[in-house]
């Protein structure tokens, strides 16, 4: 079976369809999407900061990912449904279009850079909870994080136009 | 309800005629490049005035006192404020004659007016007490929150109304 016709078949599947043509789920739900971004990447980018040394620099790391891990997962699970429904309503168009290849590409990126500082740089974080320096993985994660996070934002405005 | 109850017509086309305006209006990718600028600026504004908010309702870092959550998001919070404003402007701008006409855009400014009002007030009596927690706190947590959001989604709705 050729992808596009599998993205056609969720096209055209009623649940799809009411979604797309009526008047206001894709509008409400579009708004918990956006409102949504400060909780999840809003949250998530001052434990990026955490990381890379350049915020909150008195608070051991252990900590920042304590208090603001439970809220960004928060966030991101109300961005993952919002996002999974508005991707149900418009599924053709979602596989068309260039930009939201690179929103889809990116995100799974984003979920690599999660699994890879939790099972390879976080474990070892007693060593440098205080440290004046991040080692260089945790900067790493940071980094990837933000522009991951921040291209996944303009890859998703713009797959209104191409 | 709109902007033409409140200002007079060529006020708005006024607006339009300016440089920043009809340069905007001209290249429809400036818009959208600004437009995006002024998203990824909420995301940072609506993060930080969350985190604040959850500490009021002593949630969050709570290994930190008010004070100090204050200390290290309210800058953010403001350049990012700064941000979105210097990023709404020319997009207002751009299409101010159509915005006159527009209810949730009109909304949008009210809300806009009383979550800065709110915030500089109420809520700043709340982050001074020092106290997470209290009647006061979660009030003004709750109410800013409220105002915020309702002016994202006021902004949002510009394109459907």
Redesign the interface.
């Known amino acids: 079976m050729h992808p596009a016709d599998f993205f056609q078949w969720l096209n055209d599947l009623p649940f799809s369809v009411a979604l797309r043509e009526d008047d206001w789920p894709f509008?409400i739900i579009?708004?918990f999407h956006?409102?949504g971004?400060?909780?999840?990447?809003?949250?998530i980018?001052?434990l990026d900061l955490r990381l890379i040394g350049l915020?909150?620099r008195r608070?051991p790391v252990s900590?920042v990912v304590s208090?603001?891990e439970p809220?960004a997962i928060r966030g991101f699970a109300i961005m993952f449904l919002s996002g999974s429904l508005l991707f149900l309503a418009e599924p053709m168009k979602c596989y068309t279009a260039i930009a939201f290849r690179f929103k889809a590409v990116m995100l799974v990126l984003a979920g690599l850079n999660v699994w890879y500082f939790h099972a390879k740089v976080y474990p070892k974080v007693a060593e440098w909870d205080t440290a004046p320096v991040m080692p260089w993985q945790a900067k790493i994660v940071g980094y990837v994080s933000m522009a991951l996070w921040?291209g996944i934002?303009?890859a998703g405005?713009?797959t209104a136009?191409f | 309800m709109n902007l033409q109850y409140v200002l007079p017509i060529w006020f708005f086309h006024w607006c339009e005629g300016t440089w920043l305006g009809s340069i905007i209006q001209q290249s429809k990718w400036s818009f959208?490049l600004i437009?995006?600028v002024h998203?990824?600026a909420?995301?940072?504004?609506?993060?930080?005035?969350?985190?604040v908010d959850?500490r009021l309702f002593g949630?969050?870092?709570?290994?930190?006192t008010v004070a100090e959550v204050v200390g290290?998001?309210a800058p953010t919070s403001w350049v990012s404020f700064v941000v979105m404003v210097a990023t709404g402007i020319p997009m207002y701008l751009s299409e101010a004659v159509r915005l006159s006409s527009s209810t949730p855009f009109f909304y949008k400014m009210v809300f806009l007016c009383l979550a800065l009002l709110f915030h500089l007030t109420v809520h700043r009596s709340a982050t001074n007490s020092g106290n997470a927690g209290t009647g006061l706190a979660k009030i003004a947590a709750g109410l800013s929150l409220v105002c915020w959001?309702a002016v994202?989604?006021a902004g949002?709705?510009i394109a459907?109304l």
């Open positions: 509008p579009e708004t956006i409102l971004l400060g909780l999840s990447v809003g949250v980018l001052w915020t909150l608070q900590q208090q603001l809220w921040f934002i303009i405005r713009w136009y | 959208a437009e995006t998203i990824m909420l995301a940072v504004l609506l993060g930080s005035f969350l985190i959850l949630l969050g870092m709570q290994r930190l290290q998001f959001l994202a989604l949002r709705a459907y």
